[in-house]
């Protein structure tokens, strides 16, 4: 319904941004890193997501498309709502989520508040999954020139793109010209992004 809201922030509260759009106030559910960017009386966009249950109409906003996209992903896990999927989001920017799927950080996860272990490990195992599946058809992915060993930054690169909801075509473009050995792995992914996003 909502794509994204575009307008002067008029309140900040723990979790909760609100934005003035045309004399009207939008309360935005937001992650702490999304609200670090923002500034009362500053104008500001935050990318949408609306949540709608019987009894419920929710708006969630966020800075970044990247970090909406991790949210929605987040939303495709059994167990995983809204809050836990904010709570996650609000300790782990989406580099961060991605580095923990890749190499089997729970305690990244289980650092947000309302996150225990098993919801972590299903976190962890359901995102991998995603991975294999959409890995299967061309195999693992590398950017021109990197070792194809999954085991490579190149590889891991392009696993934690997929991570992000990323198709293999997508990371291939997004790590080409990126030299992946001089680089840490979480510089590389950010680099990545920072291409997609152009």
């Known amino acids: 319904m909502f794509y994204y809201l575009k307008g002067t922030v008029a309140s900040l509260e723990p979790y ?18 999304s609200l670090a960017s923002l500034k ?23 800075s970044t498309k990247n970090e909406l996209s991790c949210f929605k992903l987040l939303l495709g896990i059994s167990g995983v709502g809204p809050r836990a999927a904010l709570s996650i989001l609000s300790v782990c920017t989406p580099e961060r989520l991605a580095m923990a799927v890749i190499t089997g950080d729970e305690k990244a996860l ?7 272990k098993k919801i972590a490990q299903r976190i962890i195992l359901e995102l ?13 992915v590398s950017s021109p020139g990197a070792a194809s060993s999954p085991q490579s930054k190149a590889g891991e690169a392009s696993a934690a793109l997929a ?3 990323f198709s293999a075509a997508e990371a291939a473009e997004a790590l080409r010209g990126i030299d992946t050995e001089a680089h ?5 992914i950010k680099m990545a992004l920072k291409k997609m996003v152009r």
């Open 110 to 116: 289980t650092s947000a508040q309302g996150i225990g």
């Open 128 to 140: 991998k999954d995603k991975i294999a599946k959409e890995q299967i058809p061309g195999g693992p």
């Open 184 to 188: 840490p792995l979480e510089e590389i």
């Open 16 to 33: 909760l941004a609100v934005i003035d759009c045309g004399g009207v106030g939008y309360a935005c559910n937001t992650t702490g890193s």
């Open 163 to 165: 991570v992000l909801g």
């Open 40 to 62: 009362v009386g500053e104008e500001a966009t935050l990318y949408t997501y609306l949540h709608v249950r019987e009894d419920l109409f929710d708006l969630y906003g966020f």
